[in-house]
């Protein structure tokens, strides 16, 4: 299967050449890495390369998209696979809203502000979510229709979760 | 003698709480919510009760089921930790109705300071200086001008009956006092239906000093030096470090005295904290009392060398102090940050979640209190602290090259956490020399967030490290499926590969 | 300047040098073995060489592999930590010829305190007090017990071709000497073909007490006060503190003062430890000289305030020592225990194997020196020694306690460790006192077994643990062995049972 | 399945009466205990009873062998079911030899004293086995014939693995 990387928005190829246990051999948008690479706690890795000592801490909100931390920096990255291709041909615009709305990280719906069938101005608060005693409101881009609502209020969410759907 | 203290707290302050119990031979219980049965303050308890749902007014703020708990289990004594009842001067006025000792100040000294206009006369008879400016609410636009001059500027007008920012505005410049004072009015009117307005001294460059204190019920009271918690975010500290680099000998005893004065002015005992606003002269301005033990008490912990919660427990056995002022001194710098569950990139967005893995850095001159664990699932009901670093170092210098190399080896996988982002402050010249002030964070907006400190190589090995993870629980994933217990070809380093080997 | 540090050694140690590398800014090196890819000191350089095979002799005792990746990583010194190649003379000597630092005394001090016969000449020329006894090896029995009689009773006559305890004989009334002198050397003579003798004072209620010293390439030394290591077993120290609790100021400053000139009198520079046995009267008497870090430093570091390892580099940098003798003080007191991976209840076996999951003590006056993390697997090459605890505390009681606290919160699953040994000497009363000599351990055998600290109840609760573990394990293989993701209805807590409950 | 479990040498027997999530009720020798029982960690437990909170943490040297560490004590267990009953009615006396010599520990094979179909006296020394810098001697008990030698020297070897077999 050809995958590519998005590392911080830009797309590149990736290969894996060769490898032996923790030795591995990469193509990384045509520079190869030879490189000792050892996850020692769940998520935590010492990568060896040229004798360098490289750790990162890897976070992931979703099964293809990672943040590393290094020392000081967050990176991001997102693996680019067939399937994600196919998503992301029928993605629009940026500037468009999701099928739905969902928040990054696991709360508690503190108000919903619609109903199902209403029509939403772009710009309006749909839903808004605690957690962690912060609020935050979640709003819609453009005009838009609602056609599921999904959760009550109360109600406690994860992250990604769809909360409200449009049509 | 207390035998038995109920915590009613959780997260780390709970186990703060505990390990001087521990230490002291004094059993602890604990109380905990329903997101909390798997929280490490259970674990750390001799007894433990559930007391509810997971909100905290169903639970740790519900007096009625504490009292009830600390009954069952015959508690001599409650210790309320920082936030929920802390600060409650009901919640201790009910312990002393039940016969159980309330680790902490009674119902009057937390009610006179928790009202900011009393404590602000209570401060001025005692003599200890406020910021300069009205006692009460002025109405009257002429009164409003006089008095601006009377301060001098720069002042805040504030509308007396506010909060959030509204109705109040800064002056600078004298040909503003009319115009400013006439808007703030104004919007303080249509916002509180209430147009009176108070003035207080604009202090330009900020810097949040406090003392700690200790009182027995005696009348005895020492303080033991100050904490600089300056770094703050949204009046929410985020570093703190003692000594204070800006302090002098001369206006440290000042403020200790003034600090002690403060406390005595409401009949303190226990442990508490005066905070003060100071300007980069040193003029210093009592700004209120936390009539409780302080998240950040640790610094003055290491460099002092007194156990703040051991002390607290011993005057609520009515012990007279241990230690006279004389006694005191400080040794080294110490320096805390505080590690949240959080995406600092993202407008510090709380990032609740489970915790993969976590590393806790060790070592000399390190002291870490927290409470959480690989695989533990940060709930979203509370506080997305996670935990305190301390950093004890001879110097100030070692203690800030000891805190950078803390935080570098400190690793969590699974949540976004503000390691990053309090190494990045490490960096900062101006936190390095000691200039700062609570304008900190905002004025060093750019220096502070993520940049590339990873050259391209390394970005590129991030990545490929990303690509192999995700390989390696795809296949983990057709291993399940396909019904084989998981041996991965990734998983092969441990002993069992050095015994095929050799 | 010293810019780069290659440490050729492993474990706690390993990560501990390159902690003070960090915060002083110099680039750490760490080289492995084939059992040590995994190991956490690869993993806090930055850099890592692998150097061969898992056995020592093979990999960390190799020098011309040591040297090689020193060069090929272009490092300045080498910091050999303890143990290994730390008090190898050639090693240092080598460095020397290779133009790279050696952290660490030259060949003539590791020599001459190598050697005990030169050490202990060395000494009695510098005014060193030495244990009373003969410098020579005696061949007449007649000189033999004339020397007895001069050195006085009790004394130990020991082969001087001897070890291992052939060829030894305590003799403790006079009446015995001439027949043990004959059975020593006739012992002496079957066993080494050489029934030369020397004859030594006995020393009746022995205290190990060593000084640590720092000295630096201008001639100037200072020490840094008493360590009290007679907690050993098989000369294996298992808990150490400073203060010692038999130690007086008068004392402290005479040992201190010959603890310098023992280091002067072979031009030591760099770290090192005096050790001296102690009768209970305090007459002390020189040891042996350590010409490197020790593994208890870490409670010298928690009292006195000064980093060690930051010291040697300063020193191998060539500068003057930072600290005079005046400057220094102790403040408060300080443990270390040792944690092993073995089982005390089995005469001290080793338990290597993979640490299932470990959980660190934390909070106030704690410090922790460790490589291990949950998951880890044990290598058998290598010391079993998996954890230094150290705790710092206001006073002696403060601190046992504290240990106490610490290590009844230190939880491992999978390797059996000496953390409830290690907890059950905090609770003998000899200890608590202070009263006790090397013979403590062998003194208190039945005190310090596993015993019925858990009443019935907690017998059973435990039982049934184990028995739900093994339901839980059984679950888990079914689920697996059926083709699905192991969901056990043993897991469910977490958020998701919140969510599903509220 | 009936179930004992063996603690401390002794025998009771065990039945898991009812549970429902962490909360458990049990009989342990005539005994009822309910209780809260979670595992916090892999290995470590905490369990509520009576208001009272017990930490153990659980070491397996075996499936159903278990050395259970509280503060200052450790608790050995044995989990005995139809398997083990039957085992144990199978083997002799204490003071009789296994079927095969093993080590409790992992460690590296330092010396083999005994050959293939050698006859070996009661008390002597058969393999000598280091681990962390420490040998020790293993010895049979009775007269015995080497079967099979399963490791050479040199070997690193598992805990309980089998390492010489006798007829």
């Known amino acids: 299967m050809s995958y590519e990387v998005n590392i911080n928005g830009e797309d590149r190829e990736i290969e894996i050449l060769s490898r032996e246990d923790n030795r591995i051999k990469v193509l990384l948008g045509g520079k190869t890495y030879d490189l000792d690479l050892l996850e020692e706690e769940p998520g935590i890795y010492s990568v060896l390369w040229q004798g360098k000592n490289f750790n990162f801490e890897l976070n992931t909100s979703a099964a293809k998209k990672y943040t590393i931390d290094t020392i000081a920096e967050r990176i991001d990255v997102e693996i680019v696979d067939a399937e994600s291709r196919y998503m992301r041909s029928r993605k629009g615009n940026d500037d468009e809203d999701a099928a739905f709305i969902s928040t990054p990280m696991p709360g508690q719906v503190v108000k919903i502000l619609v109903k199902e069938g209403q029509a939403v101005k772009g710009g309006e608060t749909v839903i808004i979510v605690s957690a962690m005693k ?30 409200i759907t449009f049509e | 003698m207390i035998k038995k203290i109920l915590i009613a707290n959780r997260g780390e302050i709970a186990i703060r709480v505990m390990n001087s119990c521990h230490e002291m031979g004094i059993q602890s219980v604990a109380v905990y919510s329903e997101a909390d049965r798997n929280s490490l303050h259970v674990r750390y308890a001799d007894e433990a009760y559930f007391i509810g749902p997971a909100p905290s007014n169903q639970s740790y703020l519900d007096i009625e089921k504490i009292i009830e708990v600390a009954k069952k289990s015959d508690a001599d004594a409650i210790h309320p930790g920082y936030g929920f009842l802390s600060e409650n001067a009901g919640f201790s006025e009910r312990c002393k109705e039940e016969g159980i000792i309330f680790i902490g100040p009674d119902a009057y000294a937390i009610n006179t300071m928790g009202d900011k206009i009393t404590a602000r006369k209570t401060m001025l008879a005692a003599g200890v200086p406020v910021v300069p400016g009205t006692t009460e609410p002025i109405v009257d636009l002429d009164e409003a001008v006089k008095t601006i001059m009377e301060i001098g500027l720069p002042v805040m007008v504030k509308a007396s009956a506010g909060g959030g920012g509204k109705g109040m505005r800064l002056v600078e410049k004298e040909e503003d006092i009319l115009s400013s004072v006439q808007a703030a009015k104004s919007e303080a009117l249509a916002a509180f239906g209430n147009d009176a307005v108070y003035i207080e001294k604009y202090i330009n460059s900020p810097h949040h000093i406090e003392f700690q204190i200790l009182a027995d019920q005696h009348g005895n009271c020492i303080h033991l030096f100050e904490r600089e918690c300056s770094v703050q975010r949204r ?33 303190y005992a226990g442990a508490g904290t005066i905070e003060f606003i100071t300007d980069d002269d040193l003029n210093y301005y009592f700004l209120e009392m936390n009539t409780r033990l302080q998240v950040e008490h640790p610094i003055t912990e290491q460099v002092v060398g007194v156990d703040l919660v051991r002390e607290q427990i011993n005057i609520a056995n009515g012990e007279k102090l241990h230690y006279r002022q004389e006694d005191l001194s400080q040794h080294g710098h110490a320096i805390e ?23 806790f850095p060790l070592g000399a001159g390190i002291r870490h209190d927290s409470y959480v664990y690989s695989g533990y699932d940060i709930p979203i009901y509370y506080d997305p602290m996670i935990s305190k670093l301390v950093v004890w170092g001879n110097s100030r210098e070692e203690a800030i090259g000891r805190m950078k190399r803390a935080l570098e080896s400190y690793k969590i996988s699974g949540v976004k956490t503000s390691i990053p982002f309090l190494s990045r402050i490490m960096d900062v010249a101006d936190f390095k020399n000691g200039h700062y002030t609570t304008h900190f964070i905002p004025n060093h907006e750019d220096a502070l967030k993520s940049k590339d400190s990873c050259p391209e190589e ?3 090995l991030a990545a490929i490290t990303a690509f192999i993870d995700f390989l390696k629980k795809q296949e983990q994933i057709k291993s399940v499926s396909n019904g084989q217990a998981s041996v991965s070809q990734w998983k092969a380093f441990g002993r069992k590969k050095a015994v095929t080997r050799l």
């Open chain 2, 337 to 359: 940050v505080r590690v949240y569950a959080e995406d600092t990139d993202n407008n510090f967005m709380p990032n609740p979640g489970k915790i993969n893995y976590i590393h």
């Open chain 2, 458 to 460: 390394c970005v590129d």
């Open chain 1, 134 to 163: 912060m609020e935050s409101e979640y709003k819609v881009i453009k005009d838009r229709i609602v056609k599921e609502v999904l959760v009550k209020e109360g109600d406690n969410i994860d992250g990604d979760q769809p909360l």
């Open chain 2, 235 to 267: 009046h929410q500290k985020v570093v703190e470090e003692t000594p204070s680099p800006i302090m002098t000998p001369e206006v440290r005893e000042d403020m200790g005295r003034h600090a002690v004065a403060a406390a005595k002015a409401v009949n």
